[in-house]
């Protein structure tokens, strides 16, 4: 069975910086497109970065040039490097996957960690 595990959100003060990771755990498997999601209270749940097996990556215009999404093949990991963080950045992260297993491909969630960006 396959998961993914999100880490690395917490309390930070505006300007910060934070990094997630989200690792995918179980094996037989092959990781195709990675994402980042957000979600914020009251909010629906926006794309923040994207990165292909190729490592093209694309980012909403919101986080262009404050966020950076890398991955590492060989550990089956996705990051998500923020920096200058706003308050508005304030969100629930999910880690979404096209994931290749048991001869069917299909999106995977983590259960999301949360970021919380205040004075």
């Known amino acids: 069975q396959v998961q993914l595990v999100e880490s690395g959100g917490e309390w930070i003060q505006p300007g910060g910086s934070l990094r997630l990771s989200c690792a995918a755990s179980?094996?037989?498997?092959?990781?195709?497109?990675m994402r980042w999601y957000r979600q914020a209270p009251g909010k629906q749940r926006e794309e923040v970065a994207t990165?292909?097996?190729?490592?093209?990556?694309n980012y909403a215009d919101s986080v262009k040039g404050r966020f950076t999404i890398s991955r590492d093949n060989a550990k089956n990991t996705v990051y998500l490097q923020m920096n200058s963080l706003k308050p508005e950045d304030t969100a629930v992260y999910y880690c979404?996957?096209?994931?290749?297993?048991?001869?069917?491909?299909?999106?995977?969630w983590g259960q999301g960690t949360q970021v919380t960006v205040s004075s």
């Open positions: 179980g094996s037989a498997y092959t990781i195709y497109t």
């Open positions: 990165i292909t097996r190729a490592l093209r990556t």
């Open positions: 979404n996957a096209d994931i290749y297993y048991l001869q069917t491909i299909r999106g995977y």
